[in-house]
T-cell receptor, first 118, second 113 residues
Framework: DAGVIQSPRHEVTEMGQEVTLRCKPI?????LFWYRQTMMRGLELLIY????????DSGMPEDRFSAKMPNASFSTLKIQPSEPRDSAVYFC????????????????FGPGTRLTVL | DAKTTQPTSMDCAEGRAANLPCNHS???????VYWYRQIHSQGPQYIIH???NNETNEMASLIITEDRKSSTLILPHATLRDTAVYYC??????????????FGTGTRLTIIP
């Protein structure tokens, strides 16, 4: 398996523009997570899905952020309108907690999308 | 989930064992100790986890004290590629629906040639 795939790897946009980040989880993984990492706040969980259903979106900063998972192999994180403070690295991760003998929360992370909002 | 405390940074000589401590004095009986690391510019990577017994895999060993209030991650023969930020996380995985990882500031481990 190619692992978790994220696109684009780098995105530079201007304030006010819409930004869409994409993620393809590992095949067979039924959990998908979106994280954001900044120097000031570290690595934060934004939202996660189980079987394409959002379970916890308490980390989503505000209404400008939205995430969808239309099917098991694709998810998007959208920011509209974008602001300079949204500049960060956004990671997607997936897991299959019941793949072993019990619940195992090993999450597999993608390479991240580095977003710069000017 | 219990709060964990780690040193901000550590150095270790290449080829030596790197011992990374973590305090989790308020850990509950259902909380596992997870370790992840993040190499510069990459996504975090799972290393190991355990409940109360010592664990070992191809990457590292995890030693958990008998009272479970602290643990140590051991990289037996550190290489330059082990330079990374290491995160210790306490997580209750006994309840379905609690799959959230909360990353703290971690320990920045630098392997010295």
């Amino acid at each position: 398996d190619a692992g978790v795939i994220q696109s684009p790897r780098h995105e530079v946009t201007e304030m006010g523009q819409e930004v869409t980040l994409r993620c393809k989880p590992i095949s067979g993984h039924d959990y998908l997570f979106w994280y954001r990492q900044t120097m000031m706040r570290g690595l934060e969980l934004l939202i996660y899905f189980n079987n394409n259903v959002p379970i916890d979106d308490s980390g989503m900063p505000e209404d400008r952020f939205s995430a969808k998972m239309p099917n098991a192999s694709f998810s998007t994180l959208k920011i509209q309108p974008s602001e300079p403070r949204d500049s960060a690295v956004y990671f997607c991760a997936s897991s299959d907690p019941f793949s072993g003998t019990g619940f195992d929360n090993e999450q597999f992370f993608g390479p991240g999308t580095r977003l710069t909002v000017l | 989930d219990a709060k964990t405390t780690q040193p901000t940074s550590m150095d270790c000589a290449e080829g030596r064992a790197a011992n990374l401590p973590c305090n989790h004095s308020t850990i509950s009986g259902n909380e596992y100790v997870y370790w992840y690391r993040q190499i510069h510019s990459q996504g975090p990577q799972y290393i190991i986890h355990g409940l109360k017994n010592n664990e070992t895999n191809e990457m590292a060993s995890l030693i958990i004290t008998e009272d479970r209030k602290s643990s140590t991650l051991i990289l037996p023969h550190a290489t330059l590629r082990d330079t990374a930020v290491y995160y210790c996380i306490a997580l209750d995985i006994s309840n379905f629906g609690n799959e959230k990882l909360t990353f703290g500031t971690g320990t920045r481990l630098t392997i010295i040639p």
